[in-house]
């Protein structure tokens, strides 16, 4: 079983600040995606990750993959209530001709004060 | 096309009955997703399909739970002789060949079984 640890588990900061919210996990991924999910709603696709080292920014979020695939970082700058929601880090596999069906992370709760 | 569509965004029904939701997949899409997701967890896998066909099952989709989707377009996921715990959000999400790991979800629909 391939399992993705989120951390932290809840985050309350006030606006402005920076942040960096960890996605890791024991298995090697061969991408990773980042969703951001609102109450009652999906997630919404933010970012993926495919190669090891990886960076990607999306204004004021920076992902990362790591070197090894195995772990993932988003970092917000200056955050605002907007970047409010749940962030789940999300892992794809392939094997023998899988669809590459995503395992989710428990995600981080953040919550950002005005 | 706006995404994907699911129908309906609530249902709540009595231990026992049988439900059906059903999900859109953005058009050009041929992979279709079913995922279900409880309080405080991230989507758990239940089902995918490729066009019409079910390719992979997880072992949370017991043999009260099918899945359709006839014509590659639409699917539908049926449960039978509802529990309360299957008191959850079911996610469908679609993605293009070649790009499974770019999965966009749908709205989800919120089942209460009382």
């Known amino acids: 079983t391939q399992l993705l640890e989120q951390s932290p588990q809840f985050l309350s900061i006030q606006e402005g600040e920076n942040l960096t919210v960890y996605c890791n996990s024991s298995?090697?991924?061969?991408?990773l995606q980042w969703y951001r999910q609102e109450p009652g709603e999906g997630p919404v696709l933010l970012v993926t990750v495919v190669t090891g080292g990886e960076v990607k920014k999306l204004k004021r979020l920076t992902f990362q993959f790591g070197d090894a695939r195995k772990d993932s970082s988003l970092h917000i700058t200056a955050a605002q209530p907007g970047d409010t929601g749940l962030y789940l880090c999300?892992?794809?596999?392939?094997?023998?001709?899988?669809?590459?069906?995503?395992?989710f992370g428990s995600g981080t709760q953040l919550t950002v004060l005005p | 096309d706006t995404g994907v569509s699911q129908d309906p965004r609530h249902k709540i029904t009595k231990r026992g009955q049988n439900v059906t939701f059903r999900c859109d997949p953005i058009?050009?899409?041929?992979?279709l997703y079913w995922y279900r997701q409880t309080l405080g967890q991230g989507p758990e896998f239940l089902t995918y399909?490729?066009?019409?066909?079910?390719?992979?099952k997880s072992r949370l989709l017991s043999d009260r739970f099918s899945a359709e989707r006839p014509k590659g377009s639409f699917s539908t996921l049926e449960i039978q002789r509802t529990e309360q715990g299957d008191s959850a959000m079911y996610l469908c999400?679609?993605?293009?060949?070649?790009?499974?790991?770019?999965?966009?979800f749908g709205p989800g629909t919120r089942l209460t079984v009382t």
């Open positions: 298995s090697v991924f061969s991408s």
């Open positions: 399909f490729q066009n019409e066909a079910q390719l992979e």
């Open positions: 999300a892992g794809a596999t392939v094997s023998s001709g899988s669809a590459r069906q995503l395992t």
């Open positions: 999400a679609s993605s293009q060949s070649g790009r499974g790991y770019e999965q966009y």
């Open positions: 058009s050009e899409h041929n992979r």
